[in-house]
């Protein structure tokens, strides 16, 4: 009788198993995620397993920029997608019904060595200050981001940003040759590609525009639609349980371990590259990758900068655009 009863108890354990799949592991979850650049820290959660940890496999698909990005999303050929304060904000302005849940990155750490983005010049061009800049045309990257660190930066030593014209210039690599050509005066160049056409053009560095952006601030974040976090809130949460483990990760990595994880899966290879910029692992600048939640004012102050300085149309009040997870403390 007591064996009967007990093979009894074991066959309803299986049909309980059976039903309820708490015995075998579930299947993860992918999410497709545009991008652009392979920010450290999203790849780093991939390689160190922490996505996966979570029940999350990771799809990077990457894109041309912050609009293609915030369009991917909506339009649905991406979940979620990793992007530019300034292109989620003017899309929210623009009506569409988008949502930070996770901030990504934001200000780097001013140091003695320069910055992520700095503003060249050829020495034969006689442009020696930041003030001989007035009536001439500084080559930058197509993104409204650059623009307000340059316009901030110029403002801040004196030169009207109006009295200086921005150019377009594509792609990055064609920074050096667009200066060197004399089709611009100047250009801010980021890294690592700075790096290379100090080296090989000899140019100079006026100053640091990246280091206009305020401490704290968040510049890029992951945003998805309201109907998408309706629907997949959980794996928006552990998506940002995973990312704040991997910038956390980021923030104190040595410049070795970055340099490893990011030649995993960006076609800049900084150790390779060290043979011809000798020290550039040491140098390459890093953003603080965000380990918590968003400031709230900080970011806001630099939204509202942006309209100021006409970067964006319109503002956005920052606090009645986020999911829950963006300002939650923990998860």
Not at 279 to 299: A, E
Request: charged share 15%.
């Amino acid at each position: 009788m007591k064996l009967r009863i007990a093979r009894l108890a074991a066959c309803a354990l299986v049909a309980l198993v059976a039903t309820t799949g708490a015995a075998t592991p579930q299947s993860p979850v992918t999410l497709k995620v545009g991008e652009v650049g392979e920010p450290l820290a999203l790849v780093a959660g991939i390689d160190r397993g922490y996505f996966a940890q979570e029940g999350l496999a990771i799809q990077l698909v990457p894109l041309s920029g912050g609009p293609a990005l915030i369009s991917a999303t909506i339009g649905g050929s991406t979940d979620l997608n990793y992007g530019d304060v300034f292109a989620w904000a003017a899309a929210v302005g623009n009506g569409f019904n988008v949502q930070m849940f996770q901030p990504a990155n934001g200000a780097e750490p001013p140091t003695s060595e320069g910055g992520s983005t700095t503003l060249l010049v050829n020495p034969a061009s006689g442009i020696k200050t930041v003030a001989d800049l007035k009536g001439k045309q500084i080559g930058i990257a197509p993104t409204q981001l650059l623009a307000l660190e340059v316009k901030l930066f110029l403002r801040r030593h004196g030169v009207d940003p109006s009295s200086v014209t921005l150019v377009p210039v594509t792609p990055y690599l064609a920074m050096g040759a667009a200066l060197k050509s004399g089709h611009v005066d100047a250009i801010a160049d980021v890294d690592p590609f700075t790096q290379q056409v100090e080296k090989n053009f000899g140019f100079v560095p006026l100053g640091v525009p990246s280091h206009e952006v305020a401490v704290g601030t968040t510049t890029a974040g992951f945003f998805a639609t309201s109907a998408w976090l309706a629907a997949h809130g959980d794996a928006a949460r552990r998506f940002a349980i995973a990312y704040r483990r991997a910038a956390a990760w980021a923030n104190h990595a040595t410049p070795d371990q970055k340099a490893a994880t990011l030649a995993k899966f960006s076609p800049v290879n900084l150790a390779a590259l060290e043979a011809e910029v000798p020290g550039i692992v040491r140098t390459f600048h890093y953003q603080l990758y965000d380990d918590g939640p968003v400031n709230v004012d900080v970011t806001q102050a630099w939204i509202d900068l942006a309209v100021k300085n006409g970067v964006l149309d319109a503002g956005i009040a920052l606090k009645d655009h986020l999911y829950p997870t963006a300002t939650a403390a923990t998860l």
